[in-house]
């Protein structure tokens, strides 16, 4: 069973076309619900109506691998939110996911591609080991297929062969 953990938005990009320059400074919002729009993303989230055919309409990152990160790099502090993705989750394996037609809490989400680490990660974790240690566990990004709304909580994921 997927466990949802955490779930976060942001209105503004920080690093998204920041390349070469500072990072801004929008706010990762934990928040209890998010509301999943078919083919357009999460409502509130800065990919919202990014482009239709957007592999990262909503992002998910593995709980265990952020536990794994602070303790594999002794780094104090580290908190989810320094990922900028969406949905945390325990006990799946999101690497398996990409391609994949999968559903948690009745929301459906068709896995595009890993979440590949870029040196942001390592400003966000202020540690320039961070992005090497996150290759191959830098989460899922995935399109929206279906409607619906997704909340912090035990889901069963059902898996589309």
Same mark, same amino acid.
């Given at each position: 069973?997927?466990?949802?953990?955490?779930?976060?938005?942001?209105?503004?990009?920080?690093?998204? #076309?920041?390349? #070469?320059?500072?990072?801004?400074?929008?706010?990762?919002?934990?928040? #209890?619900?998010?509301?999943? &729009? %078919?083919? =357009?993303?999460?409502?509130?989230? @800065?990919?919202?109506?990014?482009?239709?055919?957007?592999?990262?309409?909503?992002?998910?990152? !593995?709980? /265990?691998?952020?536990?794994?990160?602070? @303790?594999?790099? $002794?780094? %104090?502090?580290?908190?989810?939110?320094?990922? =900028?993705? $969406?949905?945390?989750?325990?006990?799946?394996?999101? $690497?398996?996911? !990409?391609?994949? /037609?999968?559903? &948690? *809490?009745?929301? +459906?989400?068709?896995?595009?591609?890993?979440? =590949?680490?870029?040196?942001?990660?390592?400003? %966000?974790? +202020?540690? /320039?080991?961070?992005?090497?240690?996150?290759?191959?566990?830098?989460?899922? @990004? !995935?399109?929206?297929?279906?409607?619906? &709304?997704?909340?912090? #909580?035990?889901? *069963?994921?059902?898996?589309?062969?």
């Amino acid at each position: 069973m997927m466990q949802v953990c955490h779930l976060l938005i942001s209105p503004g990009h920080n690093h998204f #076309g920041h390349h #070469g320059q500072p990072a801004d400074d929008h706010r990762i919002v934990a928040v #209890g619900q998010i509301g999943c &729009v %078919a083919g =357009r993303g999460i409502r509130g989230d @800065r990919f919202f109506d990014n482009r239709p055919d957007s592999q990262g309409q909503i992002t998910f990152f !593995a709980m /265990e691998v952020i536990e794994a990160l602070a @303790r594999g790099l $002794n780094l %104090a502090g580290v908190r989810p939110e320094f990922t =900028r993705r $969406n949905v945390f989750t325990r006990c799946a394996d999101l $690497n398996t996911l !990409a391609g994949v /037609e999968f559903e &948690v *809490q009745g929301v +459906r989400s068709a896995g595009t591609e890993e979440y =590949r680490p870029c040196y942001w990660m390592s400003c %966000a974790f +202020r540690d /320039e080991r961070v992005e090497t240690w996150l290759r191959g566990r830098g989460g899922l @990004r !995935a399109r929206i297929p279906t409607e619906g &709304v997704l909340t912090c #909580g035990v889901s *069963q994921a059902g898996l589309d062969p």
